[in-house]
């Protein structure tokens, strides 16, 4: 606060310092004038002395004759035709000519007294002595006793050069004079010229008057200036301070709104990352792109395949989707370019190949993680102005979704590396084991039916030591293969360990999954395999088959039975699915393969 105040009270300060300064200097400088012209003045009055005097004495006969007739009655008017003959200046005739008869009447006393009287000036007469021989204030009988004054500064700069001039007080007056004399010759009655000094004084009170009168408009100048300063300083403080608060209005609203949206970013990002499949990532985006991206009539995600050569519509909002649920990448503009593609860019409407001829802009945003291309957002606007508004904010969801969509992704490939067989594809035994808890443990399974098939690869040693381990990993995938198109939805294929293979059927009741084995052997034994070119000959399997009698059956019960029941099939011949003895009567057990065909049929 404080700062501010300095910083709006700086300008006021300095303008009103150099008006007053300027005109403070405006005031001494004129005073100075002053004195030069009051100066002047006085010279010229001295001057106009000095000529009367002069014509005094060389006319003082012919004066006394016309007496009555020579005072003027105009004194100002003849003042100034005095002083305009002393400057030669007179535009009438002049006053040797034609007045010198008026002049020669004229009493120098009088004359003196008039000047003195019209110019408000002293005027005092002075010998080459020094001694005053007249002056305009002064008595016959005063003159008597004023000092001499050839000491004075004035008169004898006056004798010496022609003119002096001074300024001091006065004591005989009380106050500040300025004095001005000039030296004048004048020829007495008998011939003798002799210097005179004729001497003009006025009080300085009169020029004090005038400087007082000129501080005081410099004075209401300089409040009057320093009120103008401060009202537009104000004025200017309000106006700012009126901007400041709409600035710092918007700025709050602004800052408000990247708040909410980079809050809904963060929603977002966190609520997809806590996703576990693609589908409910999908529907995380729904309501956040409604606030994140005002004015988008319709928006969908296309991911692309693993494969490469096509992208399938993961989900839409808003409005209904126009575009195509399936494309290829050649159809798409942003992935041939490798970034943002908008339909009308600068007044050309270029379209992608899977969007929809229509009347509003759309706009597709690769989905890029890493730099890997995951898929595409797609959106919809009615006009350019409200795309261009929501672009910068579309264009960080994008890699939003596009990072939230790559970590998925990543999770789920290693997830599936930590529950999957590397070789054959199919889930390992860790996996099997929760599977199995979830199945056997949780209150909702309990009750259902559970069956378990363990099998086994008749002669998978020596096989592998008859055609190499090669042979044998091609064998595995092959049967794996096979075992996964042959089982249902809900059945799991895991591989146990080894040539061994676990099929886990919930759900399924123990005369369905006798089917299915019996059903998994003929068609192991039924393939004729073949690795480089080489025949292999018959591949057959051993299958145990166990079920859940009742909630007490655990885990390890029922793959000691199975494993029990795989063992039998072993000792029975292989190429068999033996049913555990203690889930059924000896009479129903199937021991070969051959009991599950229609008669005249070969095992294989």
Not at 131 to 160: F, M, Q
Not at 209 to 219: P, Y
Not at 332 to 344: E, N, P, T, V
Not at 492 to 502: A, N, Q, S, T, V
Request: aromatic share 6%; glycine share 6%; proline share 3%.
């Amino acid at each position: 606060m404080y700062k501010r105040f300095a910083l709006f009270s700086m300008p006021p300060v300095v303008i009103t310092i150099v008006l007053v300064g300027s005109l403070t200097l405006l005031s001494f400088y004129y005073e100075k004038m002053l004195v030069n012209s009051t100066n002047e003045r006085l010279k010229q009055v001295a001057d106009v002395a000095a000529m009367v005097f002069r014509k005094e004495v060389h006319h003082e006969e012919g004066a006394h004759a016309h007496d009555e007739e020579a005072i003027p009655t105009d004194d100002e008017a003849f003042l100034d035709a005095l002083i305009a003959e002393e400057d030669g200046t007179a535009s009438a005739p002049s006053i040797d000519e034609d007045d010198a008869h008026k002049q020669d009447l004229v009493n120098f006393d009088e004359l003196i007294d008039q000047i003195a009287t019209t110019t408000g000036s002293r005027i005092t007469l002075i010998d080459q002595n020094g001694a005053v021989l007249g002056d305009s204030t002064l008595a016959e009988l005063d003159l008597l006793s004023v000092d001499n004054h050839a000491e004075r500064p004035e008169v004898a700069a006056a004798l010496e050069t022609g003119i002096g001039r001074d300024e001091r007080y006065s004591d005989s007056k009380n106050a500040d004079m300025l004095y001005v004399a000039v030296k004048a010759y004048i020829t007495d009655h008998y011939g003798v010229t002799s210097p005179y000094v004729i001497r003009a004084a006025l009080p300085r009170t009169m020029i004090s008057h005038q400087m007082h009168q000129i501080w005081l408009w410099v004075a209401l100048i300089s409040f009057a200036g320093i009120a103008c300063v401060i009202a537009i300083t104000l004025f200017f403080n309000r106006m700012m301070d009126k901007q400041t608060a709409r600035e710092q209005a918007g700025l709050k609203a602004e800052v408000k709104e990247r708040t909410r949206e980079l809050s809904l970013m963060q929603q977002l990002g966190s609520l997809m990352s806590a996703c576990t499949t693609m589908d409910s990532a999908a529907k995380v985006v729904h309501p956040v792109a409604d606030k994140l991206l005002p004015g988008c009539t319709a928006g969908a995600i296309s991911l692309i395949k693993s494969s490469r050569n096509r992208l399938d519509m993961l989900t839409s909002w808003g409005d209904e989707w126009q575009g195509a649920d399936r494309f290829e990448p050649s159809e798409c503009w942003a992935l041939l370019k490798g970034h943002a593609h908008c339909s009308d860019d600068e007044g050309l409407e270029i379209r992608c190949g899977h969007s929809h001829d229509g009347h509003d802009v759309q706009v597709c945003i690769p989905l890029v993680a890493q730099g890997e291309t995951l898929g595409i957002l797609h959106l919809s606007y009615p006009d350019k102005e409200h795309l261009e508004a929501n672009h910068a904010m579309a264009e960080s969801m994008a890699e939003q979704i596009g990072l939230a969509l790559a970590n998925m992704r990543l999770r789920e490939d290693l997830r599936q590396q930590a529950i999957r067989d590397p070789m054959t594809g199919l889930f390992n035994r860790r996996h099997m084991m929760d599977f199995l808890e979830q199945q056997v443990y949780q209150p909702e399974n309990q009750h259902k039916p559970l069956s378990l098939m363990m099998i086994d690869l008749d002669h998978f040693k020596r096989f592998n030591d008859t055609f190499g381990h090669d042979a044998g990993d091609y064998v595995l995938k092959q049967v794996a293969i096979e075992l996964r198109q042959a089982v249902g939805k809900n059945d799991l294929i895991c591989r146990y360990g080894g040539e061994e293979i676990c099929i886990i059927c919930p759900g399924r009741e123990l005369d369905a999954t006798r089917e299915l084995a019996l059903e998994l052997v003929h068609r192991i034994a039924g393939q004729g395999m073949q690795f480089n070119g080489q025949a292999l000959g018959n591949i057959t399997l051993s299958v145990g088959v166990t079920t859940r009698r009742d909630n007490e059956t655990s885990i390890e019960k029922m793959l000691k039975e199975a494993d029990d029941a795989l063992y039998e099939a072993k000792e029975g011949g292989r190429n068999r699915a033996v049913v555990n003895s203690d889930n059924m009567p000896p009479a129903s057990n199937i021991t070969s393969i051959d009991d599950a065909k229609p008669s005249g049929q070969d095992a294989g």
